[in-house]
């Protein structure tokens, strides 16, 4: 059996460049923009209350919307800004 070394070379440097074309391509894993979580808690008197939580990656900002009687609803009818006491 008999090796054809300039074969052999081709595909060296043709696996060589692969390797360097997937390397050099730009990665799948960017982050999203929003973040979302959903919550249920107890309002205060005792009744369930589902509320989602939206992180905005580029300003920083949590917002809160909460579920009502008539769908999703913002407190004070806009969506409030969660502080840290909101959390406790």
């Known amino acids: 059996m008999r090796i054809d070394v300039k074969s052999v070379i081709i595909g060296l440097l043709l696996g060589l460049c692969v390797m360097l074309t997937r390397g050099a391509a730009p990665s799948a894993a960017t982050p999203n923009r929003y ?3 959903a919550v249920q808690r107890s309002d205060p008197n005792g009744t369930p209350q589902t509320v989602v939580f939206v992180l905005d990656q580029q ?3 949590v917002y809160g ?3 009502g009687d008539k769908g ?3 407190p004070q ?3 409030f800004l969660v502080k840290d006491s909101d959390m406790e």
Request: aromatic share 14%; glycine share 14%.
């Open 35 to 37: 973040q979302i979580s």
């Open 59 to 61: 300003t920083g900002k």
């Open 65 to 67: 919307y909460v579920k």
């Open 72 to 74: 999703w609803e913002h």
């Open 77 to 79: 009818g806009r969506s």
